[in-house]
């Protein structure tokens, strides 16, 4: 069974995309539905993962939204690409490792398509240019149907970092695709995923 696409336009509410991210892994861990890639950007939302601590708020007017995805705080917004995703390990390989270097691999290669050099971290999960994350991973497991996704910072405003301390980081030490080669790349968005796409037919 071949895995959709779904590539939308319009930003979409953090909360809307749960809704359907969440009935999507119901319906592929009871055989009912396809895998799912769904690229997609988010109105100015800050997340909390299940490890997230109350210290890495630093403007406590902000409002959090806790979600069920590993990790810390982090920032949506405007800029930054979202790809989300329903991957059944069942039908694949049962190793959530060999996923998160596919996700990571796939990043990498998507940066050097616009020469952009990245590296992944052993220490701190996501992609780095230089010292700065560029590229943050959140993922879940629930009866071997991996979900959530990863996000690349492509033209979005750093400055609304300032407001936390992402993924339990110095909030200064993230970068976007315009920070590094001041450009805003166009028609990205279905090169990463065929570069996506054919690094999880791999699995």
Not at 139 to 144: I, M, T
Request: with cysteine.
């Amino acid at each position: 069974m071949s895995i959709e696409i779904k590539l939308s336009k319009k930003r979409i509410p953090y909360q809307k995309a749960m809704l359907f991210l969440n009935k999507r892994v119901e319906e592929v861990k009871n055989g009912d539905n396809r895998e799912l890639i769904w690229i997609l950007e988010h109105p100015k939302t800050y997340t909390a993962g299940v490890s997230f601590n109350q210290n890495e708020i630093i403007d406590k007017k902000i409002k959090i939204i806790k979600t069920n995805r590993g990790g810390k705080v982090t920032l949506h917004n405007p800029g930054q690409t979202i790809v989300y995703f329903v991957i059944n390990l069942n039908i694949r390989k049962k190793d959530i490792r060999r996923l998160i270097n596919t996700i990571e691999k796939s990043i990498i290669e998507f940066l050097r398509h616009l020469n952009i050099k990245a590296i992944k971290d052993k220490k701190n999960i996501g992609i780095w240019v230089k010292g700065k994350k560029i590229a943050a991973i959140g993922l879940r497991v629930s009866r071997w149907v991996a979900f959530h996704g990863f996000s690349i910072n492509i033209s979005n405003n750093l400055n609304e970092y300032l407001k936390v301390k992402p993924c339990g980081l110095d909030n200064t030490k993230i970068t976007s695709v315009f920070s590094e080669k001041k450009i805003v790349p166009k028609q990205f968005k279905n090169k990463l995923i065929k570069i996506f796409v054919k690094n999880i037919d791999k699995i």
